[in-house]
């Protein structure tokens, strides 16, 4: 994936999120979501946090090299075990406690996306970065982290809300490399599917029919863990 291609499209999908978020009425903030036990409040509250990792990041010394790619980041290991989703829950209830209400948490989400966007615009492009779980990675491929968790979460909003989904095209085309590296676009339609439905499946958002089943087998094609 272009190196160039990453904040780009996080910048977008974040504006795109601000906006929806500016305009949700008072009552919308309590409603469930297809992430138990959020809320769209407490979900908000998760994608925050995530995205407030960064700057730490950035203000530590940087690792030699980069060892992890945005793709092996997604390995089956402790980030995904019962006790660590425990705590994932645990840190976003608490974010969320912090704010006075939906209205302030989505200002929040604003400020802290546009000067994560600067802090990011700022470094080299070869910039590595230790994430929390230990991994040395390229800032970029960092960022493509990221934008499965305001594009993805963005997805599970949308349900919550009753909207349409706002997946932007630079999200959705960041996030069909990284689920089909070895595919490509041309596989999405080859499936059947839009590029919603597709990351909707491939994330376990929406399941598989039995036919569906076996063509993702007979392409090969391995799902990321996602959690």
């Known amino acids: 994936m272009p190196s160039d291609r990453a904040l780009p499209a996080l910048r977008a999908e974040a504006a795109q999120l601000a906006a929806v978020l500016r305009e949700l009425p008072a009552d919308d903030w309590s409603r469930p979501t297809p992430c138990p036990p959020w809320n769209v409040a407490g979900l908000l509250g998760h994608v925050l946090t995530i995205l407030e990792w960064l700057p730490g990041m950035l203000a530590a010394p940087a690792p030699p090299r980069a060892t992890v790619s945005a793709a092996g980041y997604y390995r089956p290991d402790h980030r995904f075990a ?10 976003a209830e608490r974010r969320v406690a912090d ?26 492009a070869d910039r590595v970065v230790r994430t929390r779980h230990g991994d040395a990675m390229l800032l970029t491929d960092f960022l493509v982290t990221r934008i499965v968790e305001v594009g993805i979460h963005g997805l599970d909003l949308a ?10 095209p630079a999200a959705a085309g960041v996030l069909t490399d990284l689920l089909l590296p070895d595919h490509g676009i041309a596989a999405v339609a080859d499936l059947g599917w839009d590029e919603i439905t597709f990351l909707r499946k491939a994330t376990g958002r929406q399941p598989l029919t039995p036919a569906e ?9 391995r799902w990321l863990t996602l959690g």
Do not use: K
């Not at 019962?82 to 840190?91: H, K, S, V």
């Not at 704010?99 to 080299?124: H, K, M, N, S, Y």
């Not at 089943?213 to 094609?221: D, F, S």
């Open 159 to 168: 349900t919550a809300l009753d909207r349409r989904p706002w997946l932007t």
């Open 99 to 124: 704010v006075a209400d939906g209205a302030a948490l989505a200002v929040e989400f604003d400020g802290t996306w546009r000067r994560i966007v600067e802090q990011c615009g700022r470094e080299p």
């Open 82 to 91: 019962t006790g660590t989703n425990a705590a994932r829950i645990g840190l």
């Open 213 to 221: 089943t076996a063509r993702v087998e007979q392409r090969a094609i």
